[in-house]
């Protein structure tokens, strides 16, 4: 199983919003509409903001978003704010009982 | 309040052994997949493996199988991940983390457990 590719970094100025992209194969995320998101602050417990792509969890703000095409799935934090500068990554069930994270996605809020 | 909680920081030697535990609370914990999570020094999460804890059911990444091993005792509502021969590769944060009933996201996380791998 191959990490998930996401980019290294991303930056946007506060109120801006950004995506940051996941990719990976027809054998996990072309597969399953089971993409979660985690934002990671270094210290903390990464804490869950996307789930089945495109569904929040209680208590996460709507300016999170996800969504999903082919191999592909995308997360969009819009009105960025000081608070979400943070690791994120993306998750995949990729069959079996079997999970996949994503290399890792560095926010910076400019 | 649900919640996860890990045992604490560990340092060990190069070939010593070791099982770090992850209890859970105020939750049904044997009907819930926990799944444990590595993040070297410095780098990104790495799924290592679940355990249902009803049944002992384990899956693991290939990436890990046979390097660790998990385990679980439902009557403490405890998770495991042991070692038989630490490597100072092993150096690294692991969470346990809890897979949610629906969705399959991960929604509640254990504080972490740092374990240190020195001669």
């Known amino acids: 199983q191959s990490a998930l590719t996401q980019p290294a970094s991303v930056s946007g100025s506060p109120g801006q919003s950004i995506t940051i992209s996941c990719t990976g194969t027809?054998?996990?995320?072309?597969?399953?509409?089971?993409v979660s998101w985690y934002q990671h602050h270094p210290g903390k417990a990464p804490k869950l903001i996307i789930y089945?792509?495109?569904k929040r969890p209680s208590g996460i703000s709507d300016r999170f978003s996800g969504s999903k095409s082919g191999n592909t799935a995308s997360l969009t934090i819009s009105g960025l704010q000081a608070e979400d500068e943070a690791d994120y990554y993306c998750?995949?069930?990729?069959?079996?009982?079997?999970?996949?994270f994503g290399t890792g996605t560095k926010v910076t809020v400019l | 309040e649900a919640q996860l909680v890990q045992s604490g920081a560990e340092v060990k030697k190069p070939g010593e052994s070791l099982k770090i535990s992850c209890e859970g609370s105020?939750?049904?914990?044997?009907?819930?997949?926990v799944a444990w999570v590595r993040q070297l020094p410095g780098q990104g999460l790495e799924w290592m493996g679940i355990i249902y804890p009803d049944d002992s059911v384990t899956k693991y990444s290939p990436s890990f199988q046979g390097q660790v091993t998990l385990s679980a005792d439902k009557s403490v509502s405890t998770a495991y991940l042991q070692w038989r021969s630490l490597r100072a590769s092993d150096t690294a944060i692991y969470y346990c983390a809890r897979r949610s009933g629906r969705g399959h996201g991960f929604d509640m996380w254990g504080q972490g457990t740092m374990v240190t791998v020195s001669s």
């Open positions: 089945e792509a495109n």
């Open positions: 027809s054998s996990d995320v072309g597969s399953y509409n089971l």
């Open positions: 998750c995949s069930y990729a069959g079996s009982s079997v999970y996949v």
């Open positions: 105020d939750y049904s914990f044997s009907t819930y997949w």
